[in-house]
């Protein structure tokens, strides 16, 4: 309570502070010219005094040192300002009231209608309602019909959250002063707290209406209040009557478009696209927006009507590079997800497709900035997807030589560092990284999974100290993959030290761990299940048996890799790879095995279990999909 009373006194007293009137130039100077008197300057320390003491929330003694102080000088408006906070920071109203009697029966009638409108705000704080109602009414009825006055009422109400009565005040003000333009902005924002969608909807297309260039404030209000319950609903219809009243409105049919985006409905937005794409000062740009923003959102039927209909239909050079290469990553983030789900031959069309059209690209523009990073990406799907080390490592290699210093070719480095690993030639992938990381510097986020990857290497080695020293550095680094990637290897040496002073479980787990990342998945298993049989009891057998499990799944051994995660996850229940387990498992059942009730269960046990797990919003995810596939 005490620091809740600080802040609001604080903001208060700046409040005031800001509010005090500015006084012109020629009246400040004389006065810092004269020489303060002794009665002004200790006047000006109690204040100050009283507002340590509201600082630190002894809001009594401030209330008493600023009483006095009104009795020397009873005209000081900040004076007046700070006692009436002081008195609503304790809920003394009733002397907040007073105090504003007391500055009303010394204002000019030009100055009072301000504190009669925070008189009305104190009655209705201090539990006297209809008299506070009465009271900002009245404030209106003194007004010679000016704007200002129904806007300083309204503020004065919403201070106290009465939305509805502020939206009657806007609306009187519109009705007086006959102008059914005003507070539109005000009103719509009022409308959506209330949950009146229909009639906020109707207030931004009007505002829209006098001024297109307003498209960006009402999306970004509509962005809050459209995610309330039943909100899209209700205003869709609207935007699509204003679109087809008046198709030629550009800022409408905007509208409509990036409501229907943010509604999922993504092939209606696609025709508004392209009506939209029509006609512009540069062809194709706001199709291929829409068709860059839909593949990210995984709606790839849509997103390649939209590229192909941007190569079909549009002239400029640069949209149409753009559309291609847009295309191509499009194929390959398909292909990336879809392999997730599902096996990998059901994906390899789209990656196939994704390679075709990189190499289309480079050969239509073989001088378009992009080129280096698309040459580099065929390489990476070569190294990762097909598993073609010879035509990875040739294509890199042209990525090196022919764009030296870019970050494309230092990234190409990178990934011929972890060819050489993948073909265990571990002395080159050293010193491609070690030089990487020189030429770079220590503190490059390149430079850091470098270093990372050394770390690795000296793992699969067994020399576990320099492993441990490098991984320390490499978890200093910003990236956060990289220093959490670190911080996993430094906690797996850290703590699964021993029996033997060489730690033989630790270097025969670094050797297994080293046969799948080289996809030798039966070795793998073979290494994984000779550490088991020695070192059963050590402490590394949980992670030696969730390598193993992957190992198993790497061959294609479903069932036993099922088995395998189930059993880690029972054995070692209090691992951090525990919950790693359990996901797995139900993955296995739900996207192999098409196990779906045995799925939706293993994911159902595993957030019960661990609700706090990293993959718990997979999981639910994955519920949702499996109930939803039960309804259909």
Known sequence: MRLILTAVLAVQVTQA??????????????????????????????????????GAAQIERAIAMLEDLLTEQPHDAYAIHVLKGAYEAVKRYDDA???????????????????????????????????ALEAWHSVLDEATLDERVYRLVYESMMEVRLIDPAIEILERARNDLVRPDLFQADLAYLHSLVGAHDKAMHEYLALLSANERQLGYVRGR????????????ASLPIIEAHVAAQPAVRSFRELLAWMLVESAQY??????YRLLSQGEEHPGRTLFAFAMQAADMAEYQ???????????????????????LGLARMHRLHGERLAESAAFEAARPLFEAAVEAYRAFLAEFPGHPEHAEVLRSIGDVQQHVFLEL????????????????????????FDLGRLAVDRDDLETARTIFELLELDLGRYHALAARARHERAMIHFYRGDLASAATLAAEARQQPTTDVANDAIELRVLLLQNPGPDSANAALQQFGAASLLLRQRRAVEAIDAADAVLGYWGQHPVADDVRFLRARALFAAGRHEDALLAFAELALAHPDSPLADRSLFRYASILDRELGRAAEALKAYTDLLTRYPASLRATKARERIRGLREKEGA
């Open 267 to 272: 092939a209606e937005a696609l025709q508004q």
């Open 97 to 131: 009231i007073a105090l504003v009697d007391r500055t009303l029966e010394q204002s000019l009638p030009s100055g009072a209608l301000p504190h009669k409108a925070d008189r009305a705000r104190l009655l209705h704080l201090s539990g006297r309602q209809p008299e």
């Open 390 to 413: 010879g035509e990875a490592e040739r294509t890199l290699q042209e990525v090196v030589q022919r764009f030296p210093g870019t970050h494309s070719a230092q990234q190409a480095r």
């Open 222 to 233: 509509l962005g809050q209040s459209l995610q309330q319950e039943g909100a899209m609903e």
């Open 17 to 54: 502070a800001a509010q005090r009137p500015a006084r012109p130039r020629q009246q400040i100077q004389p006065e810092i010219q004269q020489e303060v008197r002794p009665e002004d300057r200790a006047y000006a320390d109690r204040l100050r005094l009283a507002e340590s003491f509201l």
């Open 302 to 324: 849509v997103a390649a009507s939209a590229f192909e209909e941007v190569l079909a239909n549009h002239p400029d050079a640069q949209v149409v590079a753009d559309a291609k």
